[in-house]
């Protein structure tokens, strides 16, 4: 059963998720919150596997609780569920921490597709999203950039976990080394290839080919 926290300031919203959720057999919803200072601290004390949360939100918005749940250093994955504009708010979500990103006129079809993909530790990026993501922040002369070739074979596997959605532990037990190994890995690759954020290190494994929005087939 995947654990899950609903977070949204509209009671109805968060009862309509419950009953989708729950009537599949597969989800068991151990919490609900209505902020974000509530749903750090709900996340702080039941680590639920995912939060399902939505950005606006009176006080701390869920882009600001992303931030502060992500720094709990938790197993716990964000899946932000909205209804705003993708190219506003992706961006500040994912450099926030969070693995994935899906509207709610959506939801009723493709929620646990992309609980599932962030469960088995994939980013969840609509081909839309993942586009804005790869586009260039400016425009100017063209300069090539470093590529994969550049990294050693660990620090090309640790981006690409990275870029996927692991937290630094979770590559490291994916690569059977320590956190402290595998975050010195990511240091040295974000500086080869001068990446600073998250959003940088996902347009660059799109770039490169390490990471493909969600529905199109990995090759």
Do not use: W
């Not at 999203?129 to 550049?150: N, Y």
């Not at 050693?152 to 690569?175: N, P, V, W």
Request: hydrophobic letters at 45%; aromatic letters at 4%; one cysteine or more.
């Amino acid at each position: 059963m995947v654990r899950v926290l609903l977070v949204d300031d509209h009671e109805v919203v968060r009862a309509g998720l419950k009953a989708l959720l729950e009537s599949t057999g597969r989800v068991d919803v151990v919490g609900e919150a209505s902020s974000g200072e509530e749903a750090v601290n709900k996340a702080q004390t039941l680590e639920p596997d995912i939060v399902i949360m939505d950005l606006a939100m009176p006080g701390m918005d869920g882009v600001q609780a992303a931030r502060r749940i992500a720094a709990l250093d938790l197993e716990t994955k964000i899946l932000v569920l909205t209804v705003h504009d993708e190219d506003e708010f992706l961006v500040p979500a994912l450099d926030a921490g969070v693995a994935g990103f899906l509207n709610k006129s959506v939801a009723d079809t493709d929620l646990m597709g992309a609980m599932e993909a962030i469960v088995r530790g994939h980013s969840y990026l609509p081909r839309r999203a993942a586009a804005l993501v790869a586009r260039p922040k400016t425009r100017g002369p063209s300069v090539r950039k470093p590529g994969p070739e550049v990294l050693s074979s660990r620090e090309r596997c640790s981006i690409e976990l990275y870029a996927q959605g692991f937290s630094a532990s979770e590559a490291a037990g994916e690569m059977f080394l320590s956190p402290k190994t595998v975050e010195g890995y990511i240091a040295r690759a974000k500086s080869k290839l001068g990446l600073n954020t998250r959003r940088d290190i996902v347009r660059f494994a799109l770039e490169a080919g390490l990471l493909r929005p969600e529905g199109e087939e990995q090759g």
